[in-house]
């Protein structure tokens, strides 16, 4: 299993719009990509710009896919919104109690 954190920092007081915009636009597409999984939005209460997007992926391939054939349309879809162009992570899953994913048996 495998993973895209993006870090995103929004205009000032405008992190759940993001979190809003993510959950009802940006979903949907990743509900229709290969190898999708799951998408966590975590908003902060100390750091009130900040917005954290997680998705999981199968493989490593389907979020690069993703992230080819969709990115670039879905942070201008949010861009009017930002403060800044959001920066993407990626990390092979380790452990995930949720999918039942053992240590070493991510793909």
């Not at 809003?20 to 229709?32: F, M, S, T």
């Not at 009130?48 to 054939?69: F, N």
């Not at 092979?92 to 793909?107: D, E, F, L, P, Q």
Request: hydrophobic share 35%; no cysteine.
């Amino acid at each position: 299993m495998f993973t895209r954190v993006v870090e995103i920092t929004s205009k000032t007081g405008k992190a759940n719009e993001v979190a809003n915009a993510i959950h009802e636009k940006v979903l949907p597409i990743l509900k229709q990509q290969n190898g999708f999984l799951d998408e966590l939005v975590l908003t902060s209460e100390t750091e009130p710009d900040q917005v954290i997007s997680v998705s999981l992926w199968k493989t490593r391939e389907d979020a690069e896919r993703y992230h080819r054939e969709q990115y670039s349309r879905i942070s201008d879809m949010l861009s009017h919104l930002l403060n800044q162009p959001p920066q993407v992570r990626t990390f092979n899953v380790y452990t995930s109690t949720t999918h039942r994913i053992a240590a070493g048996k991510a793909a």
